[in-house]
């Protein structure tokens, strides 16, 4: 009997110890926000003036989400499972999937690494498309730019990655329609990321997406040129599957400096054009230049976000006030506050 009891005791330690080596990670944010449009302007949804993802309820204190991310590796496989609950999960980045239910699955995906250059990855996975992301830790400004609401925003499929070198990358794959967890169409879009690292700090990324929605090629980098200073450009061009006068295009620079490891400040300029029959957020063949300025001050986990946004379209498209008269340009403020764990 003590035999077995010494022989369960170091089973039991034995798999403590696996257990410890092969835990399970647990990450993820949660984030509110207040945002006043200066018009005063509000529509039938308590939405204000600025069309792009998060940061537009007017007047009120908002929800962002609750992000839960689990994550593990045992060897050459892992997995990632991502789940919010909240609007900025659910209904303003995402399908609609129209069952009723509060939480939406952001990312569920797994990986196999073959060898240390080569690696396979298939299932719902954040798209590689763009410079920002709908979890508000990896972005510095709060309220995002039109590229990035325009879409797409997840990618389901499968791809496979090989890495030439430390400077050079080539991913490729095969993919459902865009934002879709089920293509009833059936497996309709090849996708393709050239990844490059010229130099320590200045990374960059050539993407291209075509199906059935469409075509875009898009351009995304960032150098970090000093430990404070750091650059970043998207640039995307996009065209309706099947309406050569449809889609969008447009460019965005960003312009961060970090003053201290609690206080920065960033820039946001961009530009954004849509094509004779439209997309998405302006007339037909309008454009609108954005610019946001936007601090991050950070208390541990948390970070303060109070952010400026100035929009001016080529038209008016927007409300200069209550009474819904037309005007060319949009101004808001913006507070957010959001806690990474």
Excluded: C
């Excluded at 003036?49 to 892992?78: C, H, R, W, Y």
């Excluded at 499972?81 to 995402?94: M, N, T």
């Amino acid at each position: 009997m003590k035999k077995i009891f010494i022989a369960a005791t170091i089973l039991l330690s034995a798999f403590l110890a696996s257990a410890q080596d092969e835990s399970l990670t647990i990450s993820g944010s949660v984030d509110a926000y207040y945002k006043y449009d200066f018009s005063g302007y509000k529509n039938d949804d308590g939405l204000g003036n600025i069309p792009t993802s998060f940061a537009n309820e007017q007047n009120s204190v908002s929800l962002g989400m609750v992000n839960v991310i689990l994550g593990k590796t045992v060897g050459k496989a892992s997995f990632v499972g991502d789940v919010s609950f909240g609007p900025r999960g659910q209904y303003q980045s995402l399908l609609n999937t129209g069952d009723g239910n509060s939480f939406h699955i952001q990312n569920l995906y797994m990986s196999y690494a073959f060898t240390e250059k080569f690696s396979m990855t298939a299932g719902f996975m954040g798209t590689f498309v763009g410079y920002e992301v709908i979890s508000p830790t990896a972005n510095f400004n709060y309220s995002t730019s039109y590229l990035f609401s325009a879409g797409p925003f997840q990618n389901a499929g499968i791809k496979a990655q090989y890495a030439f070198s430390d400077k050079v990358s080539l991913m490729v794959g095969l993919f459902n329609d865009w934002n879709a967890y089920q293509d009833f169409d059936g497996v309709s879009d090849f996708g393709a990321q050239l990844a490059v690292s010229p130099v320590d700090g200045w990374d960059a990324y050539v993407n291209f997406l075509t199906g059935s929605t469409g075509t875009i090629i898009d351009l995304t980098t960032a150098y970090q040129i000093t430990d404070a200073f750091n650059v970043g450009l998207n640039a995307a061009d996009f065209s309706d599957f099947g309406d050569s006068k449809g889609g969008y295009s447009g460019g965005a620079l960003y312009v961060q400096y970090g003053f201290s490891d609690a206080f920065a400040l960033g820039v946001r300029g961009e530009y954004y054009k849509e094509k004779e029959d439209g997309w998405a957020f302006v007339p037909g063949g309008e454009s609108v230049v954005a610019l946001t300025l936007s601090a991050n001050v950070k208390a541990g986990p948390l970070t303060m976000i109070p952010e400026f946004r100035l929009d001016n379209g080529s038209t008016e498209m927007f409300y200069k006030n209550v009474e819904m008269d037309p005007t060319k340009s949009a101004s808001q403020f913006s507070l957010a506050l959001v806690y990474a764990f």
